[in-house]
């Protein structure tokens, strides 16, 4: 494909100037010998002999123009015009007859296309022959004229000056214009990156801030999850313990992905992406999403088996959490969400998310991806902008279909890969551990205490024995002291030594004992690795037994 610059267009335009001016000049000559021939005191043979060879040079040059020689058909453009005129002031009476006006056009034509400097030495070379040609009419040492002075002679030379000054201007001021044009382009493609630049700062301060509060915000809710679970064991069932603790989980869940959507958006996207299978993550959805949207509103799937693409697992997830989160709003008073997978006759995989809601008004449809932009008193505005961006993330597109008081759909499609040509992530069996069997040993290393505590409850109730420590010194040196445990799990971000520190000198020292790295704020693709595993926090009890499940299996 060939680029065209700038330069390029400019001389583009000199030559189709030039050449435009060429035919003015060869129609004018025509014209102004058919003139001349009106004149009484013309000769024919004088007429044809001054006239032809104009028309003649003037063919040649635009020979030269075509081939794109255009500052040398400038030059010689004016050159040979100017010695036209240099002719006429020397054999036909002199200064006489506005003949020597016509420089002008020589000196505009050679400015216009070459430039100033250009133009001023001819504008010089002019003033100076004419000066010699005055010198030599005053002195009677005027070479013999070929012609007498005439009115219509005179009348023919002012009109050839005005047609080519005015042809000549009309070039110069429509060049201007389109170069205006174009500079006002520019500038406005200069104030969209600049303020796309400002909006990748504020999103960039956004995940900062977020990156740096998330931790220990997801830390809380890890706590305040946990405590709720072990509630829910202990306190009697009735319905207003129920309640509470639903809102509790509601509320955490809440929390939680409102610290996603920051993190995501502040966040570069995941570059290492894995064949995933789009039905089954749905489906294990299924069971989670309930706890998020509430009692009133029912989820319905329907999917196809071999819907795989090429994505980050957690980031469909996300897709998938805020869609729903979106639907739940749309239905204050109840409804049903139906999820389906397929794929289409040309081989995408589609997922559709359809819900019985309000409905989203025109004016609104068309800013829904907008990032900060959101209709809803509480709302980020960023859990659309970031299933648009993720959705572009896995070579995907988004559309939406609303009808107000009837509902919406959103339709993703994604290209589809072959189940084989990698491992296909699916949701792992979850395996109870009874409290009476040998129950698997883990390794716990965090170095808050609350927490630490919270996440030891939760893993006694998986079913494990567990071990805790600080960070990751204390978890190694106990593993180099020989004590044996089936899995560790450890926080990313610890002081010391850090999970991820912990996992890789684990995989020389200790490689067959899995590791599974929890964090609220880490890229978990950034994580990934043999005999690894991350859990997100909050951390679900159902996501933390399969990632250890699927480790040990």
Not at 221 to 248: K, M, Q
Request: overall charge neutral; aromatic content about 4%.
């Amino acid at each position: 494909m060939t680029t065209v610059t700038g330069a390029d267009e400019e001389n583009r335009r000199k030559a189709t100037m030039l050449l435009g001016l060429v035919r003015t000049m060869a129609l004018v000559a025509l014209l102004a010998a058919i003139a001349s021939l009106f004149d009484p005191i013309s000769d024919v043979t004088i007429v044809a002999g001054f006239y032809g060879p104009i028309l003649a040079a003037l063919l040649g040059i635009a020979a030269l123009l075509r081939r794109g020689l255009v500052v040398v058909g400038a030059w010689i453009t004016s050159i040979f015009f100017w010695l036209v005129i240099a002719v006429v002031t020397l054999f036909f009476c002199g200064l006489q007859g506005q003949n020597a006006a016509t420089f002008a056009v020589s000196v505009l034509l050679i400015g216009v296309v070459v430039g100033g400097r250009a133009a001023l030495m001819l504008a010089v070379g002019s003033s100076l022959w004419c000066g010699l040609v005055a010198a030599l009419e005053l002195s009677g040492h005027l070479p013999p004229q070929l012609g007498q002075y005439s009115p219509i002679s005179a009348w023919i030379a002012v009109t050839v000056m005005l047609i080519l000054t005015g042809f000549l201007l009309h070039c110069s001021l429509d060049s201007l214009q389109r170069m205006h044009g174009r500079e006002q382009a520019a500038a406005r493609d200069r104030d969209q990156a600049l303020r796309r630049s400002i909006q990748a700062q504020k999103l960039e301060v956004v995940g900062t801030l977020a990156s740096g509060i998330a931790h220990d915000f997801n830390n809380l809710l890890t706590v305040i999850s946990g405590a709720a679970g072990v509630l829910r064991d202990n306190v009697e069932p009735t319905a207003e313990n129920t309640e509470v603790l639903d809102d509790l989980d509601t509320a955490t869940a809440r929390a939680a992905l409102m610290t996603k959507q920051l993190l995501a958006f502040g966040r570069p996207p995941a570059t290492r992406l894995v064949p995933v299978d789009l039905g089954s993550l749905v489906l294990a959805s299924k069971a989670m999403l309930p706890r998020l949207l509430g009692s009133s509103i029912r989820v319905e799937t329907d999917t196809e088996p071999g819907c795989t693409l090429m994505a980050d697992p957690a980031g469909l997830e996300q897709i998938l959490l805020n869609l729903a989160v979106n639907a739940r709003d749309a239905m204050p008073t109840g409804g049903v969400l139906r999820l389906v997978v397929r794929r289409d006759p040309v081989g995408e995989v589609v997922l559709s998310a359809s819900d019985t809601g309000v409905g989203i008004a025109a004016p609104i449809l068309e800013r829904i991806f907008d990032p900060f932009f959101t209709t809803k008193s509480n709302g980020t505005g960023l859990g659309l902008a970031t299933v648009r961006d993720r959705v572009t993330q896995f070579s995907g597109s988004v559309s939406v279909v609303s009808v107000v008081d009837q509902g919406t759909t959103f339709t993703l499609r994604f290209p589809s890969v072959v189940a084989n040509t990698g491992e296909v992530v699916r949701p792992a069996t979850v395996v109870s551990h009874s409290q009476d069997s040998n129950r698997p040993r883990v390794l716990l290393a965090k170095d808050d205490p609350l927490v630490r505590r919270a996440t030891g409850r939760l893993l006694e109730t998986l079913g494990f024995e567990v071990a805790a420590v600080a960070d990751g010194a204390e978890a190694l040196g106990l593993l180099d002291a020989g004590a044996g445990f089936a899995c560790v799990v450890t926080d990313v971000m610890m002081p010391r030594m850090d999970g991820e520190a912990l996992a890789s000198t684990m995989a020389q020292r200790h490689p067959q004992i899995p590791v599974v790295l929890v964090s609220g704020n880490a890229d978990p693709v950034g994580l990934a690795g043999p005999g690894r595993a991350f859990v997100a926090k909050p951390i679900d009890p159902d996501q933390l037994s399969r990632a250890i499940d699927r480790l040990l299996a």
